[in-house]
């Protein structure tokens, strides 16, 4: 079928060495493997690893990193930056990312979000150059930050929305992350045949049985850990956790201890509210890589996924931690309705429990400690949906067709 080259843009890409989600560099890897080239353009992520050290020269480094060619721009992002910081960064990512899709080698162009901006690059390169694009979809622009009240401009809130509108029409195949996702590319007006369902996947060999299990000081082994491991954001609704944590502690249940692992720009604020509220059953930690995090989920005995209560996440986000955490056969605890509550309460694989209600969330934690019998199977119950619908693998050959029947199209006409 002869080689492709694949220029892809991922402002975020992280390399398993880093701290973060390696969806980017798993597709990169299946490309490869396929036969294809691959050209990552990313931005410097606070906590990530590209793969690349060199100084940079001319505002951007260059090099290979496990077969991906890799052009790392000298853009720094930290989930620290304030709203309007993030958003230049996020503009100067996508304009000179415009520069490089109109000149570097390639068959076809992918971008994947978020944020929204990472579409312009694909856009140009599609109408500027007649090159074949995929956009992928990793959460609703702007439909999100609108729900959080992150965005109230109304100008800025249409800007976007005709950018979104653009980024759709432009590309040639588009792939959403989850149900809700791909619903609400079809309400844009896009044939449902040109969106492809490719959720985030579970790394079933780095959560596999060599990891070196470990826990944090004051960690005994005879406690319930349960870990939240992500970032700590406002999207991320942490309050929750120290709300169960506060009703916990009322409870004198010293046994249950609450791990929250990651960065972000509430991180301090938590930290203090924790203190203050004396919750020596809460534990921050930094980022760690994701073998070391392999590491930690095999000593772990339930996963947190939390988010702040906004509807618009229900079905439109396709967390990544959710997937880490099945990987490792543990079985989740969930404080939101929507796609992911389903699947817990249909393969029995966890607790969904009803947001903004810390009751629930302690009792929760509760049965779980009261039960490890029952808890050890709901975590296999994970691990076998893992394996059976959210491999890496299979999914990131369902991911590589996409990019190659739109490749092929073109090459037919």
Known sequence: MGT??????????????????????AMAQRLISRGHQVTMVCGSMGGGDTGLSGPFTGGARRGWVDGIKVIELDLAYSNHDGF??????????????????????CDLVFATTTPLTAGIPGIAARWLRGKPFVFEVRDLWPELPRAMGVIRNPLVLRALGALEWMSYRSAHALIGLSPGIVDGITHRGVSRQRVTLVPNGCDLNLFGDEAVPWRPDGVSHSDLLAVFAGTHGMANGLDAVLDAAAELKRRERSDIKLLLIGNGKLKPALQQRAAALGLDNVIFHDPVSKSRLAGLMASTDIGLQVLANVPAFYFGTSPNKFFDYIAAGLPVLNNYPG???DMINEHRCGFAVAPED???????????????TALKAMGLRGRELAKREFDRQALADRWV????????????R
């Open 401 to 412: 067709a996409v990019l190659e029947s739109v490749w092929r199209t073109r090459l037919a």
């Open 339 to 341: 796609w992911l509550a």
């Open 84 to 105: 309007l910081k993030r958003s230049w960064t996020f503009l100067k990512f996508a304009m000179r990312s415009v520069l490089i899709a109109l000149r570097e080698p």
């Open 358 to 372: 810390p009751s629930a969330f302690a009792d929760a934690l509760e049965a779980a400690a009261s039960d490890r």
């Open 4 to 25: 492709m080259k694949v220029l892809y843009f991922h402002q975020h890409f992280v390399t398993p060495r880093g701290a973060g989600g390696i969806r980017s560099y």
